[in-house]
């Protein structure tokens, strides 16, 4: 059997990415490609350019049966703000139609369309067409339903919130523009159960599948993913934080814990624009280190002699896909009670959920002094890893959810291609 063909439009794809929205492409994107199917991906370089302080790093090559379409335009950050304001790839929509076309896809995947080509872009192509919300673009201007910067969202303040994120509001959310072009679309998917049913509460019309996150397979059954051993990266019992050093991520709750803690440290692994504050919240606190952004191989390692990882996010995040580094490498997570992190946590059997500080503070010391429990965690992480959130357990799924799409639209040779895929 023939590999079928699959296009991703997207706005961010590494390197032109800042968080897991781009990666969750490419590896979905790279499974894909590793099965025998051609890919061909679809992002928009201007708007990187738009939103990031540096210059993005060299592409790494591609794997075979995949191709990479990175748009960019002579008008440059003006080509995003226009599809950003009015909805359509209003600059690069000729050259974005001409891919499909050319492409004779039998699936096009929309993932995070806000600056590649917004609602307008849904309807182009003919094959069959999901949508996955990474974030929530669907629902809310911000994507993060973070109310006026400082809140998670539990009713609509769309225009004032929008200026507190000093974002110009967009034109065509106010025409019923998005409504118009959803059925375009045959199956949405959310990332988890929790998105699911918060779109459905922002009001949004169509019921969505739930699909996870998943980690590729290779990485999962490295020997530095399961096995402890090597030397520690460093001299003293820690905590681990990885992520973007953003308000939203939390860690300011986290570091005034240490204080008080003293016999574990705390290393944060990561960068961004909220990283001075932090560091000045944790001035004279000496066992909470900031290590910045790690390359992968040297994050490995501080992964596997973690006694624990912290996930203190404050905003509803769709998945977690942290929670699933930490499990895969047999790391007890600590998270917030908060949007997904229940279900993950809940389902691995893995880790523990704070709300308090004094949760807090009382679940980083039951990690630090019982060494038994934390075996114990560990081995559920792993173990639920390989169940649920690997990439042969989860490609299959994908390919099923397109397979039921396809019969549904009468597809029905299509749908016996994808069935005998899976």
């Known amino acids: 059997m023939s590999g079928l063909r699959f296009c991703m439009i997207t706005t961010f794809y590494p390197p032109h990415n800042f968080g897991g929205d781009g990666i969750g492409v490419q590896r979905l994107s790279e499974a894909l490609a590793r099965r025998g199917h051609h890919v061909t991906v679809i992002h928009d370089t201007d708007a990187y350019d738009l939103l990031s302080p540096q210059p993005a790093s060299e592409p790494a090559p591609t794997p075979p049966r995949l191709r990479v379409h990175r748009l960019r335009s002579r008008l440059g950050s003006l080509s995003s703000l226009l599809t950003q304001q009015l909805g359509h790839p209003i600059v690069n929509g000729r050259r974005i139609r001409e891919i499909v076309e050319e492409g004779a896809f039998d699936v096009i995947n929309f993932h995070n369309v806000s600056l590649v080509g917004g609602p307008g872009v849904l309807g182009f192509g003919n094959a069959v ?19 006026h910067g400082r809140e998670p969202c539990d009713a609509r303040e769309c225009l004032r919130c929008v200026l507190h994120h000093r974002r110009p509001p967009q034109l065509w959310r106010y025409t019923g523009r998005l409504e118009r072009e959803l ?18 509460e922002f009001g949004f019309p169509r019921d969505m599948a739930v699909l996870p996150c998943f980690l590729p397979d290779e990485a999962a059954s490295a020997p530095e993913a399961s096995e402890p051993g090597g030397p520690s990266p460093h001299h003293r019992p820690y905590f681990l934080f990885v992520g973007r050093l953003e308000r939203i991520k939390g860690l300011q709750d986290v570091i005034p814990v240490f204080r008080e803690e003293r016999r574990a440290d705390l290393l944060v692994a990561g960068d961004g624009t909220y990283r001075d504050t932090l560091q000045s919240l944790a001035r ?5 280190r900031f290590l910045g952004h790690l390359p992968a191989q040297e994050l490995e390692a501080y992964y596997r002699h973690a006694l624990g990882l912290v996930v203190p996010s404050v905003c509803y995040e769709t998945f977690g896909i942290i929670l ?12 917030r009670r908060l949007g997904p992190f229940p279900e993950i946590v809940e389902t691995a059997g ?3 959920l704070f709300e308090t500080t004094t949760e807090l503070r009382r679940a980083i010391n039951a990690l630090m002094d019982d060494v038994d429990r934390r075996g114990r965690l560990a081995e559920a992480g792993r173990r639920a890893f390989a169940e649920h959130w690997s990439e042969s357990v989860v490609i299959p799924k994908y390919l099923e959810i397109v397979a039921q799409a396809a019969e549904a639209r009468g597809m029905t040779s299509l749908a016996k291609r994808l069935d005998g895929a899976r």
């Open 129 to 147: 067409k999901l949508y996955m919300a990474h974030e929530h673009w669907l629902v809310c201007p911000t994507h993060v339903l973070w109310r």
């Open 183 to 200: 059925h375009h679309v045959d199956v949405f998917i959310a990332l988890s159960e929790f998105s699911r049913k918060k779109h459905a």
């Open 284 to 288: 004279g606190i000496d066992n909470v």
């Open 324 to 335: 699933i580094e930490a499990f895969r490498r047999g790391v007890p997570v600590i998270a």
């Open 350 to 352: 893995a880790g523990v």
